[in-house]
Every structure is written in C-alpha cells, then in structure tokens.
C-alpha cells in the first residue's frame, strides 16, 4: 500500500483529501505545517507527499527544499492557488515532480497521485537499470513528462515490460525511443540479462548478419576472430534493434528465422547456437507502408509488431517542457560540473513556441548549447540562440550586394545543413531524418557543398567517417 503525506493549513481541505485518497485505497497520513509535517517525515516513509505552498510557518520552497534533503525518494507534489509560470519554475528547481493550482476536483488529484507514483515506479526502475548494465551506463536518464501521452506511454511499459513479448516502438527522431527500449528491459523478468542497443542503420550492409548473429574466425575476409554477435550477447536479456526500417531484406529473413528457432546460425559455421533474446524494435518510418511497398517482409513484421508503442512529438505534449527542461538541467549540472543552472522565465515559454523538429534531443542540444554559453547560472532567452521566426537573413556576396539566387540557395542549404548535424551531435543518419532526406543523398549534399569532413560542435564522438569509407 502506497504512503501519501498532506501538508496542508486548511482543515477543510486536509480532512477532504484525506478522506478521498484513503477511499482510494491509500494509506494517508496529514499535517497542518512544518513542525508536524517534520514528526511525520521521521516516523513513516513516504511515496507521495502532497504539500501546500504557504503555511503559518514556513515558505513552500524552503520546506520542499527540506522534504528533499530527509527524504529524497519521496515524490512531492505541490498545491498552490499561485498559477504563475515564476511559481512553476520555483517548486520544480527545489525538486517537486509537478504542482496543481487550487481549487482543483479530488478527481485531478487521484489522476496526479497515480502519476506520480508511476514516474516513482520508472525511477526505481532506472536505478535498478543503472546498477545492472555493464554499457551505456552513463546514458541511462528518466522518461520525463505527465502530458496524458506520456502517463498513457508509460502505462503500456509496465504492461508489456513482464511480458516476453516482442516490442515496436515507432516514433520521431529524439522521442525517446531508446529510454523507452530501457525502461522495458529494466522492468522486465530478463533485466539480469544485458540490455544491447544495436543501430541497424549505422552498420554497413555486408557487416549486419555477422554483427548481429556472430561469426567464426576465418569466415570472410578481416574476420580475424569468433565474434558472438549481438543477438548471443544479449541472450537473456534485450536485444534492441533501432531503425529497423533500414535493415537489408535478406537480413530480414534472417532475423525471422531466428525469432521462430530461438537459435542463430553464426556466418561460417553449420552448426546453430540456442538463443534466449527478447527483441525491442524501433524506427522512425512507417513500417506497415513499407510492407505495402515491398520494403519489409509482412511475416517479420507480425512477429515483431506483437505489441506496438509510440512516442509522441514533443509539440504534440508542449506542457512536458517545464518537467523536460528541470530533468535536463539536472543532467547537465552533472555533467558540465557547473553549479545549479536556472532558466529565466521567458525561456520555457520561447522553447514551446519552437517546432522543435528534432524533438527532446533537441532540446536537450539547445539547453547544452545555452548552458555552456551563459554568463552567470541563469539560462536566459538570448543564450538559445534559437532562429528568428519573422527574420529570414539575407544571403550577401563579398561585396556586400545581393547574391544570385543560385548562391543564395546553396548557401542556404549549407547553413540549413550544419544546423541539422548540430541538432544531431553530427550523426548523418538522424540528419537525414530530420531534414527528410535518405543518407545516401545526405552524403552526396555534403559532398556537394563542401561539408564532407564537418565535424559537428555538438559531436562528442570527434571527426566522423566520410560518407564513402
Ligand atoms: N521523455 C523524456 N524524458 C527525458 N529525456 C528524454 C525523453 N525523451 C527523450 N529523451 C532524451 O532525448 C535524447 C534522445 O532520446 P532517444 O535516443 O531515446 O530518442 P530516439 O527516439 O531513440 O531517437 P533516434 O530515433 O534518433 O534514435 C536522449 O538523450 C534521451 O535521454
């Protein structure tokens, strides 16, 4: 049974919610300020603690601040009757989960209470997932958002994570497929087993069958040792194939006969080796057209679409920013070594008037970007560096006239370019995607406007291959 903590002066309302949230089933406790909210904390345990901004003897944010230091793992859910974005941005940076402006229906409060012990659920999870994965520990963040998208996406995560089944996570580029394929794996009965991302789209044609099923040393040329393969790594575990959508047709078939024998068949050997691999699969395109065109084989697609999940646009859930952004922050204080960074409050409302096109990895860029740009610890409009809406630059020549309009377009397009491989850490493949071109054109484009060897500001992974290596 679930612990709720209410912190609230207002006998009426106290007494109101704590009648409800017990009918649902909740083991509830209440105080009236401070001091008794402080006898409660050092007697019980607390899932959710429901509290009140102002009361007789103390400020809200300094006892969020203080619930936060004695007990860290609970998940403090704010009610004020102060709806302004300043005040939002305040219970967030003292580390509320989310906040509810009075009068609100108990119907609202039950709906957040569920949510938030959920998101507590995925935090559990995540840990657990960070303590267990031998790779890409550091890569391991929180799912963020409560837009009724979100709630709703990591219901079905629960649901289908202590299934076996096969998983299909189709979405945007940056929506978060990958935290989803993870937080499925760390809910799911196999999470002693690894967790192994393998990006279809980024491994050479020739190379996928051995990469993903194994091969014998000798087997083909440069094959100079017995190489496992992906699938056998992550034998009772997950195996998370991304950009699916890219992988070669006979692959594919492949891939079926593995999922229907659990064995694979290493290049260059006769024998087959069992497997015990769950399969999450993820792409960006629309799989059930490219069965219509004959670019994906139905039966494999059945089999790995037993259940489908989507991970909605970020403008589709604007109201996730102020969460999304207070996650990231955190991240990056972390990361950049850099104290507490705070946002001024025009900052949230700039970042939701954005298309945003490269969704949360967008913005995770933009934040990064602003974060190590800004002068003090305030993130302000200006360090966004986002592009003027109503103000399209004129392309100029040497001499400062107009340029023709074929330069003006080619410069253009370069610009446009460099910003997609920033937006993308310089990853080619999402660059493609999110200016809706295929790689191969991508590369040619590169090629033609000089941009072959650019390495991307944002890039952490240093120079990138050129597209013909
Ligand atoms: N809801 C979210 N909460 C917190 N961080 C998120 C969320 N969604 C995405 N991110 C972050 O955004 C970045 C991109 O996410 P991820 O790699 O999972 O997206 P993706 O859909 O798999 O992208 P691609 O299709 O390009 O591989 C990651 O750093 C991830 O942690």
């Not at 007697?43 to 009361?55: A, E, N, P, Y």
């Not at 704010?78 to 939002?88: F, K």
């Not at 050479?204 to 393969?229: C, M, W």
């Not at 023709?404 to 993308?424: C, G, P, R, W, Y």
Request: proline share 4%; aromatic share 4%; hydrophobic share 40%.
């Amino acid at each position: 049974m679930s612990n709720i903590l209410i912190i609230e002066d207002e006998p009426v309302l106290n007494d109101n919610l704590n009648q409800f949230l017990s009918s649902k089933g909740y083991q509830v406790y209440s105080a009236d300020s401070k001091a008794t909210a402080k006898i409660q904390l050092s007697d019980h345990l607390f899932d959710v603690i429901l509290s009140d901004l102002r009361l007789p003897d103390t400020n809200g944010t300094e006892l969020i601040e203080y619930i936060k230091e004695v007990a860290p793992a609970s998940i403090v859910l704010v009610m004020t009757a102060y709806s302004s974005l300043e005040t939002a941005l305040d219970v967030f940076h003292c580390g509320a989960h989310d906040y509810i402006i009075k009068p609100f229906p108990l119907q609202e409060i039950e709906h957040k209470v569920e949510n938030a012990l959920q998101y507590k659920q995925l935090l559990n999870e995540n840990a657990n997932l960070r303590n267990r994965l031998q790779q890409g520990e550091d890569n391991i963040e929180l799912l963020a958002g409560s837009s009724p998208q979100m709630c709703e996406l990591r219901r079905l995560i629960s649901k289908v994570a202590v299934t076996n089944t096969n998983v299909l996570i189709q979405g945007e580029s940056g929506t978060g497929k990958e935290l989803v394929a993870q937080s499925i794996h760390a809910r799911s009965l196999n999470n002693e087993g690894l967790f192994v991302p393998v990006n279809v789209a980024a491994i050479p044609d020739g190379l996928v069958e051995s990469y993903l099923f194994g091969h014998i040393k000798g087997s083909f040329t440069g094959a100079n040792q017995t190489r496992e393969g992906a699938f056998r790594m992550a034998s009772g575990g997950t195996l998370f194939l991304d950009e699916i959508g890219e992988m070669p047709l006979q692959i594919q078939s492949k891939l079926l006969r593995v999922l229907e024998d659990s064995q694979v068949y290493p290049v260059g050997s006769d024998s087959s080796v069992p497997v015990d691999t769950r399969i999450i699969c993820a792409t960006h395109r629309d799989l059930e057209q490219m069965v219509a065109d004959g670019e994906f084989r139905e039966d494999l697609w059945y089999r790995l679409n037993v259940v489908d999940l989507a991970t909605p646009p970020l403008r589709e859930r604007m109201e996730d920013m102020p969460a999304l952004v207070s996650l990231i922050l955190q991240l990056l204080q972390t990361e950049l070594k850099r104290p507490i960074l705070e946002v001024d409050n025009d900052v949230i409302h700039h970042l939701m008037n954005q298309p945003l096109k490269g969704n949360v990895r967008e913005l995770k860029n933009i934040l990064e970007r602003a974060a190590v740009l800004c002068d003090d610890n305030t993130i302000r409009v200006k360090d966004l560096a986002l592009p003027s809406s109503d103000l399209i630059n004129l392309q100029l020549d040497e001499n400062g006239t107009l340029s023709d309009l074929n330069s003006a377009v080619e410069k253009f397009k370069q610009q446009h370019i460099v910003a997609a491989l920033e937006n993308t850490e310089g990853c080619r493949e999402s660059a493609a995607r999110l200016l809706g071109l295929s790689t191969a054109t991508l590369y040619r484009q590169l090629d033609k406007l000089g941009l072959k060897g650019y390495v991307a500001r944002s890039s952490k992974s240093g120079p990138l291959p050129s597209g013909d290596e």
